[in-house]
C-alpha cells in the first residue's frame, strides 16, 4: 500500500461479518507499506488502517478502515442506510474465452450504443426474467440479437466498477443509479450480478461478466467501460473515509492553499493525477480490464481532470494522458474522452493528444439548434436564428474543432447522452422535469436548445405529434450521417421518453429503465434508424478517416461539394444568414479498395494491411447527395447537373413516417437537373448512380 504521510499502517482481516479477528501491522519501505500473511486466502475481507498527522489536508484516523484500492471485489457488511465497506480475496480462475476475440472493429466503421447494464433489460419482456437487469441479460441470446438487427458495433456501458450510493442520497432513500462514485477502480459492481452469481461469490460475478463479453464478441460486439478515475466515494471534507481518505488523504486528492478538498468534479473530490502512483493505478486498472476481462475501449469521465497537473491546469501532454494513448499493453483499445469537467479552464474540446476521441459537446448543441431551438424561435419572431454553416461544418467532421493529424475519428458525435434529455424528449419539453430528483431542481443542465413544438410533455395533438416525430428522425439522420463516430443512446432507436428528468442519476425506476412496451410509431423510428445505420454501413464516404481539404476524392478521406436547394453554389453570405436553411452537398471518396480479396478495413482489423496491393487496386468510387432543408415551408430543390451521373437513387426521406414508403415510392429515381417539391424540415439521402463509360445511363433498375 503506498502512502507518503502515514506514520504506522495495519492490515485488519475480518470473519465472514464484520468481526475483526486479526490487526497485523505493515512495515515500511520508502512510501510503500506491505504485510504477508497466509490468511490472505480467497473469501477472505480485509481493511486498512493507517494512522498519520491530523492538520490541513490530512485526515488519518486509526480506527477507521479503508479499502484495498487494488480489491478485486467489495463487500457491504453494513446497511444500505449506513454500509460498512471491506475489501475481499478473489481467487483468480483461468477463464475459457472459448477461442473468441476482441472484434476489432475499425474506428472508421464503430457505431457506439450508450446503455445501462441494469435498465436495457430491467423491462425487456424477451429476456428470461431471471436475467433482467444483469451482465447475463445483457449478454441473452435476445439482446445480442436485438442489437445485431438495429446494427451497433460496440456497447459502452455506463459504469461497472464498484460504486456507493452518496450520503444525501441514502437519507432519502435514493439510490446511485448511474454508477459515478467509484469504491475500487478493480473490482465488478456486484449488484449487476444475477442472484444466483451473487450468491456463489465474487469469482462467480467475474465469470458471469466474462461470460457477457464472451459472448458479445463472437457476436462481433465490442464493449467499452465507462470509466470514472477522477473521483471516487470518498466524497466532500466532512465524509466518512472510504478509499484513499484513509490512506493519505494529502497525496491521492487534489486541495487549496488552505488544504481542503479542490473539486473540479462538482462530486466532493478530485484524484490527483499528478502522483506517478495514481497513475500507475489508472493504468493497472485499464490493463487489468482490457486483458482479464476483455473489454475494448473506455471512455474516461470528466477526462481534463485527469490532465491536471500539479498545479490543477490541464495540459494535452500530460504524462498520464500520454501514457494511456502509447500504452503498448493497451495499444488495441479504443480511447475515449469526455472533454471537461468544472474546474477553472474546464472546456477542453478538441485538445485531447492524438491517440483519443472526444465527445464532441459543440457538435450535439450546433445539431439541437438547428433541428430544434431555432424552430422555438421562428415560430416567435418569423424568422430562425441561424443558418446553416456551422452545422455543415459540424457534418463534415468538425475540422473546425480537431486537427488535421487527428482528423475527423477525433470527433465521437452524438445528439443525446445519459446525462440530458433523451431524443423524444430534446423535442417534447422546454424545460427539464426534475423535481423527483430530489433536488429541487438545481440538478440537470439547462441549456438544452429543446422546445416542445406548442405543448409541454405529451399531447394527443396530431400536428404537434408530426413534427415531433420528424425532428426526431432529422436528429437521427444528422448523427448517422455526419463524419466522425456516432454514439447512439440505448432507447433512442425507438423514442423513449424520461418524462423530462434531463438528470435522473438517482432513478433505479422505470424513469431510468428503458420500456419496451412501444407504440407503433416508436416502432416505426426504430425502423429509420436501421435503414440510417445500413446506408452508413454500406458507404464508406461516411466514413473518413482523414479531412479532405479539396475538392479531388481521395482513399479514406471524403471530398465535399456545397449546393444551394436550386442546384447553384453558395455564396459566402449565405453560409451564416438564417435565410439560407437549405442546402444540399454531394460527398464523394475512393472506396477503400480490395487487395488479395481483403478489404482495406478488414486489412486494418487484421492489422496486416498491405499497403502496396491496396494502392495497385482500384479505386470504387462512393457518392452520396445529401439534401438539408431547416423549415417547415415546403421548397423546391433541384438536383445538381455534374459530368458523369446518370441518375440519382433516393435511400432515405426523414419526411415519410415509415422506411417502407420510401422502397415503394415510383418517384424515388431522379435525373440531374431534375426539380423536387421538398417538404420541411426534413432530411433526404441519395445515392449518385454513374453513367458508363459512353455516357450513357445504366439500366434502370426496374
Not at 433 to 442: A, F, I, P, T
Not at 502 to 517: H, V
Not at 587 to 611: M, Q, R
Request: some cysteine.
Amino acid at each position: 500500500m503506498w502512502s507518503h504521510h502515514a506514520t504506522s499502517m495495519t492490515l485488519v482481516l475480518y470473519d465472514g461479518d464484520d468481526t475483526p479477528v486479526a490487526e497485523l501491522p505493515m512495515t515500511r519501505d520508502g512510501d510503500v507499506w506491505e504485510v504477508t500473511t497466509d490468511e490472505l486466502h480467497p473469501g477472505r475481507r480485509y481493511a486498512i488502517r493507517a494512522d498519520g498527522p491530523t492538520g490541513g489536508a490530512h485526515r488519518f484516523d486509526p480506527e477507521r478502515d479503508s479499502l484495498d484500492p487494488y480489491a478485486r471485489h467489495i463487500v457491504n457488511v453494513g446497511t444500505d442506510a449506513d454500509p460498512k465497506w471491506l475489501s475481499t480475496v478473489v481467487a483468480y480462475e483461468p477463464f475459457d474465452w472459448g477461442g473468441s476475440r476482441h472484434p476489432a472493429t475499425p474506428l472508421r466503421d464503430s457505431v457506439v450504443y450508450e446503455a445501462h447494464v441494469r435498465g436495457l433489460t430491467k423491462l425487456a419482456p424477451f429476456v428470461p426474467e431471471h436475467l433482467r437487469g444483469t451482465y447475463a441479460g445483457l449478454a441473452s441470446d435476445e439482446m445480442i440479437g436485438y442489437l445485431k438487427r438495429l446494427g451497433v458495433t460496440a456497447v459502452e456501458l455506463l459504469p461497472v466498477h464498484a460504486f456507493a450510493s452518496e450520503r444525501h442520497l441514502r437519507v432519502q432513500g435514493l439510490a446511485n443509479y448511474w454508477g459515478y462514485n467509484t469504491l475500487g477502480f478493480f473490482a465488478p459492481h456486484p449488484d449487476y450480478a444475477t442472484e444466483a452469481a451473487r450468491a456463489a461469490g465474487p469469482e462467480a460475478i467475474a465469470r458471469e461478466f466474462k461470460g457477457m463479453v464472451r459472448l458479445l464478441h463472437e457476436a462481433g460486439i465490442e464493449v467499452f467501460l465507462d470509466v470514472g478515475y477522477n473521483h471516487t466515494a470518498d466524497e466532500g471534507d466532512d465524509a466518512r473515509p472510504v478509499l484513499f481518505r484513509g490512506i493519505d488523504n494529502a497525496s491521492y486528492y487534489r486541495h487549496d492553499a488552505s488544504g481542503r478538498l479542490l473539486d473540479v468534479t462538482g462530486c466532493g473530490n478530485s484524484v490527483d493525477t499528478s502522483l506517478p502512483v495514481v497513475q500507475q493505478l489508472v493504468l493497472d486498472s485499464l490493463r487489468y480490464w482490457h486483458h482479464e476481462f476483455g473489454v475494448d475501449g473506455f471512455r474516461f469521465d470528466l477526462a481534463v481532470t485527469l490532465g491536471r497537473d500539479a498545479h490543477h491546469s490541464y495540459s494535452a501532454h500530460h504524462p498520464l494522458l500520454t501514457a494511456i494513448a502509447e500504452d503498448p499493453e493497451l495499444r488495441t483499445a479504443k480511447i475515449i474522452a469526455e472533454p471537461w469537467d468544472v474546474g477553472i479552464g474546464g472546456w477542453q474540446t478538441g485538445h485531447f493528444p492524438l491517440g483519443w476521441s472526444e465527445w464532441n459537446d459543440e457538435y450535439r448543441d450546433r445539431v439541437r439548434r438547428f433541428w430544434v431551438e431555432s424552430f422555438a424561435h421562428a415560430r416567435v419572431t418569423g424568422q430562425h436564428r441561424e443558418g446553416v454553416g456551422k452545422l455543415a461544418t459540424a457534418m463534415a467532421g468538425s475540422s473546425n474543432r480537431f486537427s488535421d493529424v487527428r482528423g475527423p475519428l477525433a470527433s465521437v458525435n452524438f445528439v443525446t447522452a445519459h446525462d440530458g434529455f433523451t431524443l423524444r424528449d430534446l423535442v417534447s419539453y422546454n424545460v427539464k422535469h426534475n423535481l423527483l430528483n430530489g433536488e429541487l431542481g438545481r440538478d440537470g443542465t439547462n441549456e438544452n436548445h429543446s422546445y416542445n413544438f406548442g405543448y409541454e410533455g405529451w399531447t394527443d395533438d396530431d400536428r404537434i405529434r408530426v413534427i415531433r416525430r420528424q425532428s426526431v428522425r432529422n436528429l437521427m439522420g444528422t448523427l448517422l450521417l455526419s463524419s466522425g463516430v456516432p454514439m447512439i443512446v440505448a432507447g433512442d432507436e425507438f423514442a423513449r421518453t424520461q418524462h423530462g428528468n434531463n438528470s435522473p442519476y438517482n432513478q433505479d425506476n422505470e424513469t431510468g429503465w428503458l420500456d419496451w412496451a412501444t407504440f407503433e410509431f416508436q416502432q416505426a423510428n426504430y425502423h429509420h434508424m436501421q435503414r440510417l445505420l445500413e446506408i452508413r454501413r454500406d458507404h464508406p464516404v461516411l466514413r473518413p478517416v482523414r479531412y479532405n481539404h479539396t475538392n479531388e476524392p481521395e482513399r479514406d478521406a471524403t471530398s465535399i461539394q456545397w449546393f444551394d436547394a436550386l442546384g447553384g453554389d453558395m455564396s459566402d453570405w449565405e453560409w451564416n444568414s438564417p435565410a439560407t436553411r437549405s442546402v444540399q452537398y454531394l460527398a464523394t471518396t475512393l472506396g477503400p479498395g480490395v487487395a488479395n480479396g481483403v478489404t482495406a478495413s478488414a486489412a486494418e482489423a487484421e492489422d496486416a494491411s498491405d499497403e502496396d496491393a491496396l494502392a495497385e487496386s482500384p479505386p470504387e468510387i462512393d457518392r452520396l447527395l445529401v439534401m438539408v432543408h431547416g423549415v417547415e415551408d415546403p421548397a423546391p430543390f433541384r438536383l445538381p447537373r455534374l459530368e458523369g451521373i446518370a441518375y440519382y437513387r433516393l435511400l432515405w426521406d426523414s419526411a415519410v413516417e415509415h422506411v417502407a414508403e420510401i422502397d415503394s415510392d415510383a418517384m424515388s429515381l431522379a435525373v440531374p437537373g431534375q426539380t423536387l417539391r421538398v417538404t420541411g424540415p426534413s432530411m433526404r439521402v441519395y445515392e449518385v448512380v454513374a453513367a458508363d463509360d459512353d455516357g450513357a445511363a445504366p439500366a434502370e433498375p426496374w
